[in-house]
């Protein structure tokens, strides 16, 4: 499939391992975490996850009536450490530039914490660069569900607008991407997913290696 900007409005972007490398703060500060529980490492317990929820929300799912507390836990050493582990991926800075000067609305739909997300965004991006961010527990229900995307353009694009031709969903996922499909607008998959193997490529999905690859694309059209 040939991308073509010309009649897009708006494109939305998922947050972390798509805009943001933050895999090796999450990793680090989870590990911290349950080794000072005495529990073992997260890539003993994350395939245990529900692929469906939220990294945040998963705690409950992995530990029980323990979830919320170590949760809390994680947040604060997840803030200490992602200053100085933070980054984007190559062409990253460079695409979001092209979008805006293409009068492109860009907007963040990531089931991250609100608190962790605001922390960090401006660490990386000038957030004018964002008309909207909505974060996890804010739409009636997180992505893979279609409510997070509809909740994130309400009031941004006309409902007989929201199409594969105006809004694009931009992710590394099957919630990314699934979302996109229930919402009926166009799912882009870039790179790998963090915690998945990879699988076949879908049919409806569009698929890109990495960002440069997905900007040489657009910036043809």
Not at 43 to 70: H, I, M, P, Q, T
Not at 215 to 220: D, M, P, T
């Given at each position: 499939m040939?991308?073509?900007?010309?009649k897009?409005?708006?494109?939305?972007?998922?947050?972390?391992?798509?805009?943001a490398?933050?895999?090796?703060?999450?990793?680090?500060?989870?590990?911290?975490?349950?080794?000072?529980?005495?529990?073992?490492?997260?890539?003993?317990?994350?395939?245990?996850?529900?692929?469906?929820?939220?990294?945040?929300d998963n705690?409950?799912?992995?530990?029980?009536?323990?979830?919320?507390?170590?949760?809390?836990?994680?947040?604060?050493?997840?803030l200490?450490?992602?200053?100085?582990?933070?980054?984007?991926?190559?062409?990253?800075?460079?695409?979001?530039?092209?979008?805006?000067?293409?009068?492109?609305?860009?907007?963040?739909?990531?089931?991250?914490?609100?608190?962790?997300?605001?922390?960090?965004?401006?660490l990386?991006?000038?957030?004018?660069?964002?008309?909207?961010?909505?974060?996890?527990?804010?739409a009636p229900?997180?992505?893979?569900?279609?409510?997070?995307?509809?909740?994130t353009?309400?009031?941004?694009?006309?409902?007989?607008?929201?199409?594969?031709?105006?809004?694009?969903?931009?992710?590394?996922?099957a919630?990314?991407?699934?979302?996109?499909?229930?919402?009926?607008?166009?799912?882009?998959?870039?790179?790998?997913?963090?915690?998945?193997?990879?699988?076949?490529?879908?049919?409806?999905?569009?698929?890109?290696?990495?960002?440069?690859a997905?900007?040489?694309?657009?910036?043809?059209?």
């Amino acid at each position: 499939m040939i991308l073509r900007v010309n009649k897009l409005k708006i494109i939305l972007f998922d947050w972390d391992n798509t805009l943001a490398e933050t895999r090796s703060a999450l990793v680090a500060s989870v590990n911290q975490v349950l080794s000072e529980n005495h529990l073992p490492e997260w890539d003993a317990v994350k395939d245990r996850r529900d692929r469906n929820l939220s990294f945040r929300d998963n705690f409950s799912v992995l530990f029980g009536a323990r979830g919320e507390e170590l949760y809390r836990s994680y947040k604060i050493i997840y803030l200490r450490k992602i200053r100085s582990l933070l980054s984007t991926f190559d062409c990253v800075p460079e695409t979001l530039a092209y979008l805006k000067s293409r009068g492109i609305k860009i907007a963040v739909m990531t089931n991250k914490d609100r608190e962790l997300f605001d922390y960090e965004m401006p660490l990386l991006f000038d957030p004018s660069l964002f008309i909207r961010t909505v974060c996890g527990h804010e739409a009636p229900r997180d992505k893979p569900f279609p409510e997070h995307a509809l909740y994130t353009l309400n009031g941004l694009i006309a409902e007989e607008d929201i199409s594969p031709e105006h809004v694009w969903i931009v992710g590394d996922s099957a919630q990314d991407s699934d979302c996109a499909k229930a919402a009926g607008v166009l799912p882009i998959r870039i790179g790998k997913p963090i915690w998945t193997p990879d699988l076949p490529d879908e049919p409806g999905i569009v698929y890109f290696n990495n960002f440069c690859a997905f900007l040489r694309e657009i910036s043809q059209s």
